[in-house]
Nanobody
Framework: QVQLVESGGGLVQAGGSLSVSCAAS????????MGWYRQAPGKQRELVAI???????NYADSVKGRFTISRDNAKNTVYLQMNSLALEDTGVYYC???????????WGQGTQVTVSS
């Protein structure tokens, strides 16, 4: 089992910056991929960014150049630095981990990010 604890997020004006982090505990040695998804009101959950244990990253086109994902394997923590935030970045951000054994996917409880005009 894996436990995920998210922190960060909050309210920021458009153009501002926020960061979120997610610390994993438990059977962390089985974790390959960590990352973030988000869900805006009335929309489906979508990928924001993911990072592998080796540091390879993948970003949604909408956040490329504005968001940066990083990972501290020693702390079992994934970070998301969000710059130049726009109104459409508003949503609940969910930490995501993918393991090499079943259950393969775990989700965090979600943290709210609200961008105001």
């Amino acid at each position: 089992q894996v436990q995920l604890v998210e922190s960060g997020g909050g309210l920021v004006q458009a153009g501002g910056s926020l960061s979120v982090s997610c610390a994993a505990s438990g059977n962390i040695f089985t974790i390959n991929v960590m990352g973030w998804y988000r869900q805006a009101p009335g929309k489906q959950r979508e990928l924001v960014a993911i990072i592998t244990r080796g540091g390879s990253t993948n970003y949604a086109d909408s956040v490329k150049g504005r968001f940066t994902i990083s990972r501290d394997n020693a702390k079992n923590t994934v970070y998301l630095q969000m710059n130049s935030l726009a109104l459409e970045d508003t949503g609940v951000y969910y930490c995501y981990v993918q393991r090499s054994i079943s259950p393969y996917v775990y989700w965090g409880q979600g943290t709210q990010v609200t961008v105001s005009s």
